[in-house]
Structures are given as structure tokens and as C-alpha cells.
Antibody, heavy 118, light 106 residues
Framework: QVQLVQSGSELRKPGASVKVSCKAS????????INWVRQAPGQGLEWMGW????????TYVQGFRGRFFFFLDISVNTAYLQISSLKAEDTAVYYC???????????WGQGTLVTVSS | DIQMTQSPSSLSASVGDRVTITCRAS??????LNWYQQKPGKAPNLLIY???TLQDGVPSRFSGSGSGTDFTLTISSLQPEDFATYYC????????FGQGTKLEIK
């Protein structure tokens, strides 16, 4: 069964960094692109960008450039999201999702809550 | 950028009702439109892709239609487990989600 399993909730202070993992099981992570989606508390879904899992090349949507980084570790079949210089407004659930077919997201990871608070 | 607008933003309905949710794109997107269901505290789940293709395992009471700029998601007979938030997503040029439609029990 194809699954994406994300790391657990994180609590960080403003200015710190955090790394969220997204481990693929049941398939090689290199077979499909991985997308990242943010959901702020009580809000909708916001597409952050994606990483080409063949080349490792990331693409970031405007608004997620500069402090957000997507990368891979093929040896452990895992994609990562790293956020630096955290701000309170980064508090959200972050999802990874496989790009199924050519143009939809399936499956999704279970989500990782990142809380930024002093 | 392509903007996606869903209507209504919220909807109250009863078990057994037929419900329709609309999604409008700011420009033509062919049939590049997906629908997701999200329940509280859970990840979104793909229901329909390419405007009208039902994902494996999704009940047949869900259906999607439309092309160009106007799309609909229809639930033919609401079941208790269908009360959730629904999102459309365009995949014509990168990705954009609609703002969501919260379906609540009347």
C-alpha cells in the first residue's frame, strides 16, 4: 500500500528552524513528484510548491521562497521540508502529497503541526 | 495566476439530500480540476480528478462535471460520513485550491 508518513508535531520559538520529514512506503519516492501544502489554523489549503524526485530540483510558489526548502534523502526514501527563521504566522499543519498520475495529489501524508510560539 | 472560487462557502443539509458545490476558475482550465474531501484533523482525500473521474474506492454517490471555467461536485444522497469540507483544485497551470466549502448537518 502506497503511503506517506510524516514526522510528529513540533514546537519552536520564533527565529528557530524546523525540519519535517515525509517517508514513502510501498513505493520508491523517486517515482512521483512530492508536493507540499500548508493549512493554517481554521484556514484552507495553500500549495507551497513541489520537488522533482528524480533530479531533486525544488520549485517554490511565491510566498514560500527564501525560508522554505524542499529536499530529499533517497537512501531513506524520504522527502523533507525545512523552514528557517520561523515566525508566528508559520504556525500551521504542513502536508506532503504525492503527485499521482500527472496532476492530482494522492496519497497525502497525515500532516505535521508546526507551532511557533515564544 | 489562476484563482479558484467555490460556492457556497458553507452549506447545511440533511442526510439523504442531494447537494451541489460549485467551483469557478478565473480562466479556462479545460478539465484540469480535482476535488478533495477533508474531515476535521485529517488530511485531504482525493475524490475526483480530471473533473469527472471518480478515484478508486470513492462511493458512486459522488460525481463531478464541468469543463472550461465552471465545475460542480454533486453528492446524490448525503450520508452521515459526508459531512466535511470540500476543496477544488486546478491543475492546468501549477496548482491552486479553492477556499473550501464546509458541509454541515442541518
Amino acid at each position: 500500500q502506497v503511503q506517506l508518513v510524516q514526522s510528529g508535531s513540533e514546537l519552536r520559538k520564533p527565529g528557530a528552524s524546523v525540519k519535517v520529514s515525509c517517508k514513502a512506503s510501498g513505493h520508491s519516492i523517486t517515482t512521483h513528484a512530492i508536493n507540499w501544502v500548508r493549512q493554517a489554523p481554521g484556514q484552507g489549503l495553500e500549495w507551497m510548491g513541489w520537488i522533482n524526485t528524480n533530479t531533486g530540483n525544488p520549485t517554490y510558489v511565491q510566498g514560500f521562497r527564501g525560508r522554505f526548502f524542499f529536499f530529499l534523502d533517497i537512501s531513506v526514501n524520504t522527502a523533507y521540508l525545512q523552514i528557517s527563521s520561523l515566525k508566528a504566522e508559520d504556525t500551521a499543519v504542513y502536508y506532503c502529497a504525492r503527485e499521482g498520475g500527472a496532476s492530482w495529489f494522492d496519497p497525502w501524508g497525515q500532516g505535521t503541526l508546526v507551532t511557533v510560539s515564544s | 495566476d489562476i484563482q479558484m472560487t467555490q460556492s457556497p462557502s458553507s452549506l447545511s443539509a440533511s442526510v439523504g439530500d442531494r447537494v451541489t458545490i460549485t467551483c469557478r476558475a478565473s480562466q479556462r482550465i479545460s478539465s484540469s480540476l480535482n476535488w478533495y474531501q477533508q474531515k476535521p484533523g485529517k488530511a485531504p482525500n482525493l475524490l475526483i480528478y480530471d473533473a469527472s473521474t471518480l478515484q478508486d474506492g470513492v462511493p458512486s454517490r459522488f460525481s463531478g462535471s464541468g469543463s472550461g471555467t465552471d465545475f460542480t461536485l454533486t453528492i446524490s444522497s448525503l450520508q452521515p460520513e459526508d459531512f466535511a469540507t470540500y476543496y477544488c483544485q486546478q491543475s492546468y497551470n501549477m496548482y491552486t485550491f479553492g477556499q473550501g466549502t464546509k458541509l454541515e448537518i442541518k
